[in-house]
């Protein structure tokens, strides 16, 4: 929810300001918003509540968790891309849509990978 929120929100500022061009939309400026926050916050939420039975270091599991959310991020991008620009979606909606998607597959990536045992 926070991280609609502050997509949304970076959305709409980027565009009263008119902040974003062909080479980098306002929306995947937006995104790397809403990543800034996710990513900061989802490291303490996975560490600490999820996967708190790992036995691996934290500065690793932390490089690991931060390699995974940038192909996330790569991801999200292609998504939002072809979503909004060839399927003319709203920008929202299709934020939404690729956040289940893209998050969805991360928790099996982290799961696997980033936080194993």
Avoid: C
Avoid at 92 to 112: E, G, K, M
């Amino acid at each position: 929810m926070i991280n609609l929120a502050t997509f949304s929100l970076s959305l709409e500022y980027y565009h009263m300001h008119d902040i974003g061009n062909s080479l980098f939309p306002e929306y995947w400026l937006a995104l790397l918003t809403s990543q800034i926050f996710s990513i900061t916050s989802g490291f303490y939420l996975f560490l600490n509540f999820v996967f708190i039975t790992s036995s691996l270091k934290t500065s690793h599991q932390f490089l690991r968790f931060l390699v995974t959310n940038l192909f996330a991020l790569l991801f999200s991008m292609l998504n939002l891309k072809i979503m909004i620009d060839y399927f003319n979606w709203d920008t929202n909606i299709a934020y939404l849509i690729s956040v289940v998607i893209v998050q969805t597959a991360n928790y099996f990536v982290q799961l696997n990978f980033s936080f194993k045992r």
